[in-house]
């Protein structure tokens, strides 16, 4: 595995994003000016969740930014649940590509899939493609979706601390449990207990209640990247793959990972996007050749 890490930001630099609908924290790799990349986690998440990636995206050329969605972390967000569908956050997507240097690159993890996905359907003229990682065509199942309906009455009693201790709980009991680092760990906590409850509450309502828009999603004409770690466990392989075939898309599968390829397999989900983008240095694009051609091996 050539993951690194949440707590690995490279030469990033935070920043905070003023939109219409409210400040959204980022990080930020590469020169003003370049072609802009802009990365959307999932539930849950956070922009450190794509630290690794912001120095080899912006090696190739590119601007970068990474951001907290309404309700995570740092982002304020409201206190509606209603505000956290992925029409609503599309909308706050749109507002930040506005700003960026259109078209804009974008990509969303997961959750932020599905609000990506909503963006460039609302809006297709300001984005040049979509790479979707590790999300799929319509709700969550399995699980995950089991997971969050067991812990939505432990929200309404005992608020985000308590959905964190449920959490932990349920991880340690796990077979091969591994605890992450003791400095990581720390920042999991910390960023979990920073989100909102309306926006705990609003993006697991709407995991298992989002309608199947492929075929709206391929109307667009957008290119598109599916790209999964090989033993993704929210939307398995297959449903993933079905959605690729379906958009006429590429697909990527990243060894050695399974929901998070950005931090559990860096080196070859970086080479990966780098690829797709199209790289502006053939330096950059040469050191990664290896990695994308074994890549794109394992995804037939």
Do not use: N
């Not at 190739?60 to 509606?80: C, K, N």
């Not at 493609?129 to 997971?147: E, F, H, I, K, T």
């Amino acid at each position: 595995m050539s993951g690194t890490g949440q707590l690995e930001l490279g030469s990033s630099r935070r920043i905070t994003i003023e939109l219409p609908g409210g400040p959204v924290a980022a990080l930020r790799s590469g020169a003003d000016g370049a072609p802009d990349v802009l990365l959307v986690p999932g539930y849950t998440g956070s922009k450190e969740d794509f630290g690794p990636l912001l120095d080899p995206l912006a090696a190739g050329g590119y601007r970068v930014t990474s951001i907290d969605l309404p309700g995570q972390y740092e982002s304020p967000g409201p206190e509606d649940p209603a505000g956290y569908t992925p029409g609503a956050l599309g909308a706050r997507v749109r507002e930040l590509a506005h700003l960026l240097v259109a078209p804009v690159h974008l990509l969303g993890h997961s959750f932020g899939g599905l609000v990506c996905r909503a963006a460039v359907i609302a809006e297709p003229e300001l984005f040049a493609d979509l790479v979707l990682m590790s999300s799929g065509p319509a709700a969550l199942d399995g699980a995950r979706r089991q997971r969050i309906e067991q812990l939505r009455p432990v929200l309404r009693s005992l608020g985000i601390p308590g959905v964190y201790a449920a959490m932990q709980a349920a991880a340690v009991a796990e077979a091969g449990y591994v605890a992450p680092p003791p400095d990581l760990a720390d920042f999991l906590e910390r960023r979990f207990l920073a989100g909102s409850p309306a926006m705990l509450a609003g993006m697991g309502d709407a995991l298992c209640a989002e309608p199947d828009r492929v075929a709206e999603l391929t109307a667009t004409g957008i290119r598109c990247l599916v790209v999964h770690g090989e033993d993704d466990d929210a939307w398995p392989p297959d449903v993933q793959a079905a959605m690729a075939g379906r958009l006429g898309a590429r697909r990527a599968v990243i060894p050695a990972a399974a929901h998070s390829p950005a931090v559990e397999s860096t080196t070859p989900t970086a080479a990966v996007l780098v690829d797709f983008l199209g790289p502006s240095t053939a330096g950059t694009h040469s050191s990664m050749a290896d990695e994308v051609a074994a890549v794109e091996r394992a995804a037939h």
